[in-house]
């Protein structure tokens, strides 16, 4: 394979996959308009002094907003051409949300694409409560949490680089195919054309390697890598519409070990007060051959997995309704991959799921993403557009962010339902006589503070960038 200058590329390694959920679909039921964004033709001018995203997903968008808050160029290379409305519900813990606000997506923005969580649940397989606390403003963080539709974040967080940054900015239809490090300490992109016919060489200050768990920047960082890691775990995701359980707007997990569920809306109620409701059922099995026929959000009948949770069934929740209801289901294994012991190679630095892709069990990956887009514009700010704020982030944040990712293996906040399970085998009627509830709020404690989203020590942070951030940057310079 050549560039267009005839020199030869080595280490590309294409990725599989683009956001990391190629094979996606828009969910039908979304009751806010979403339109596919038609693909921009790129012009890519002679300079060097631009800062190149690889990856258009949610950390690459947040990371080019920051950069532009802060007065500093930047392209975004997507291999996506139409950018759709993909995936189901996700959850933003309150220090991204706090970012989003800071970047100018507030509470009226982010109100239009999902909802406010006011309690976090955790409840056993006989249905009755684990463990119970508020969330967001109710539990006195000075930013709400927010459940939402992941393609409507995506799409809002694209319109605002689009029009903030420029269309010519943003090039879809590119992906990212490998790099190269010049002589004068800068880096070299190499995307593939949308044709696949070629790859063309971008030259830039510096290289954010931000294309998801399958990145091919990562790739040739560390090429002996060890393949991506399952631990056992399908999932089956979708969306039903119907009544809000509990506080209206409750984030529940319900099950044991081996087989749960979590439920939470992700819309406001309609005039029916009905509301999208986000679930993703889950079982581990260690069959491997699971794991080897599971396509990649690849759509299935809710038949394939019902018979797992048919005995689901409470005064308070129907299980087997709730999942029938739904419109369609995606299929998908439960998946990271092992850290690695730095993420910068001189001027390319990896960012989001293509540094720290992790199980969902904690709802953090999408806020992790947003934290990293944030923590480096701080850097940046500190230390100027140098390999140096690179090296910088890798020191500071790769250790503790690893360490969730592995936490997160452990079940992360769900590992309460291993120890109720070893306990009494997951029933009991007094969960104080099982788990007194000290132990069960310093479990809870330990996995926020690890996440960093514990409230006292958030809330009493200073803002990750300053409010105005580019006034700051150009005295700097």
Known sequence: MHSDSGREIRGIRPATTALGISHGRACPSLHVELQSVPMIEPIFPHTNDDVLIAGGGICGLVTALTLHQLGIPCRVFEAV????????????????????????????????IGTQVREWALVGLNGNDIYAEPRGLLAGYNWPQYAV?????????????????????????????????????????????????????????????????????????????????????????????????R??????????????????????????????????????????????????????????FMHHFESMKYDWLDVPSLLSQGSVAFENPMIDRDPVDTWRDGPVLLLGDAAHPMYPTGSNGASQAIIDARRLGALFLQHGVKPDALARFDTAYNTPVNQVVLRNRGDGPFGLLKIVEDRCGGHFEDIDAVIPSEERHAFMQGYQAAAGFARDSLNTAPPTLPPSPLIQMNARI
Do not use: C
């Not at 959850?91 to 606000?101: D, G, I, S, T």
């Not at 790739?219 to 809000?244: D, F, K, L, S, Y």
């Open 81 to 112: 051409e139409r950018l759709r409305p993909l995936g189901v519900g996700i959850n933003l813990q309150p220090n991204a949300v706090r970012e989003l606000y800071d970047l100018g997506l507030d509470s009226t923005r982010l109100n239009t």
């Open 149 to 245: 539709h992941r393609g409507a974040l995506h799409m809002m967080l694209y319109q605002e680089v689009t029009q903030r940054l420029g269309a010519d900015r943003m090039h879809t239809g590119y992906q990212a195919a490998g790099y190269e490090t010049d002589t004068d300490g800068g880096v070299t992109l190499l995307v593939q054309t949308p044709d696949r016919g070629e790859t063309q060489a971008v030259a830039g200050k510096l290289l954010l390697g931000a294309d998801g768990i399958h990145s091919s920047i990562r790739a040739q960082m560390h090429p002996n890598q060890a393949p991506i890691h399952w631990g056992g775990t399908i999932m089956w995701r979708g969306v039903t519409r119907a009544p809000a359980i």
């Open 247 to 304: 506080t209206g707007s409750s984030f529940v997990g319900l099950g044991e070990e081996n087989r749960r569920l979590v439920i939470y809306p992700i819309s406001q109620p309609d005039a029916d007060g009905l509301s999208l409701i986000n679930w993703i059922a889950e079982i581990r099995t260690e069959d491997q051959s699971e794991w080897e026929r599971t396509g990649w959000f690849s759509e299935v009948s809710v038949d394939r």
